[in-house]
């Protein structure tokens, strides 16, 4: 008596075939790291929340030391450097000791942002008027600003 089998007889010499087939249609989704390929970039955000110059270089040299590692990789890298609090005397344009550094990595990387707390700004304001250096973009509060890109995925750094 012949036995039966729910699956054709066909079935069981076509899953190794298939299995070789997802392989090679997932491989160029995947770059050897795990992440994935086809533009999909890195994301971090730098934390600066004290005036200490070398905490300001320290930042900035985390941001062209993983823009220089992911571009040896080919891959992209988004850095958003985020001030408040004393920290934003790293853009302000009467007092920031990195101001000429803050401009040439702005014209070196097209991937970078430098975000100004605007609580601080207006806090500092009310004293004298404080302009920002011409990179920076005001956003309403650098603290929600760091958890809002936390929460969208964002490497969070803390130099």
Do not use: W
Request: net charge positive.
């Amino acid at each position: 008596m012949k036995k039966y089998s729910p699956l054709p007889q066909f079935l069981p010499r076509l899953l190794p075939l298939l299995a070789i087939l997802a392989v090679f249609v997932a491989t160029p989704y995947f770059s050897a790291t795990g992440a994935l390929a086809g533009g999909k970039a890195h994301k971090v955000a730098i934390h600066v929340d004290e005036n200490d110059k070398m905490r300001m270089n320290m930042a900035l040299n985390n941001a062209q030391n993983l823009n220089k590692y992911y571009q040896a990789k080919g891959e992209k890298v988004d850095i958003e450097i985020v001030a408040y609090g004393p920290g934003l005397h790293m853009l302000r344009a009467d007092t920031a000791p990195v101001k000429s550094r803050i401009a040439a990595m702005s014209l070196e990387m097209d991937n970078i942002q430098f975000s100004a707390c605007g609580n601080t700004h207006k806090k500092m304001s009310k004293k004298k008027k404080v302009t920002l250096v011409s990179e920076a973009t005001l956003v309403p509060s650098g603290v929600i600003r760091l958890m809002e890109l936390q929460e969208k995925g964002r490497s969070y750094i803390r130099p």
